[in-house]
């Protein structure tokens, strides 16, 4: 059985951007859990999970995508409305600089061979 790349976006990569966005916006911009929450589609319960590590930990992001994600903060904190087109963004960028395609072969062992998304290879 194997898993989408699409779902593997959904389990594992949107997960890991909302744990980090959750951090930088809790700890660095003072935003409460609720409006955290709020801002990222989330219950503020879901933001004390990641903040505690119980959920979403699999995935650990390279410098230059924490970079970004630390910009899509600032952004968000300014204007929760653009947490969405952030989040996008995100999705995108992590996407291009083949971080998904690691965490797919982690998971889908033997199917990337298959994949026509021009995942990274053997590695």
């Known amino acids: 059985m194997y898993s989408l790349p699409q779902e593997i976006e959904v389990w594992y990569i949107i997960p890991a951007i909302r744990r980090e966005l959750s951090k930088v916006l809790t700890k660095k911009y003072g935003m409460?859990?609720?409006k955290t929450g709020n801002a990222?589609?989330?219950s503020k319960?879901?933001?004390s999970q990641y903040l505690k590590k119980k959920r979403a930990n699999v995935v650990k992001f390279p410098e230059k995508v924490k970079k970004e994600i630390m910009k899509s903060a600032e952004i968000i904190q300014k204007n929760e409305k653009k947490a969405l087109k952030e989040i996008l963004r995100l999705l995108f960028l992590i996407k291009k600089s083949g971080c998904s395609c690691k965490v797919c072969k982690r998971y889908n062992k033997g199917v990337l061979s298959q994949c026509r998304m021009n995942p990274i290879r053997g590695e």
Request: proline content about 0%; cysteine-free.
């Open 32 to 34: 409460t859990f609720e």
């Open 45 to 47: 319960a879901a933001v």
């Open 40 to 42: 990222l589609g989330i």
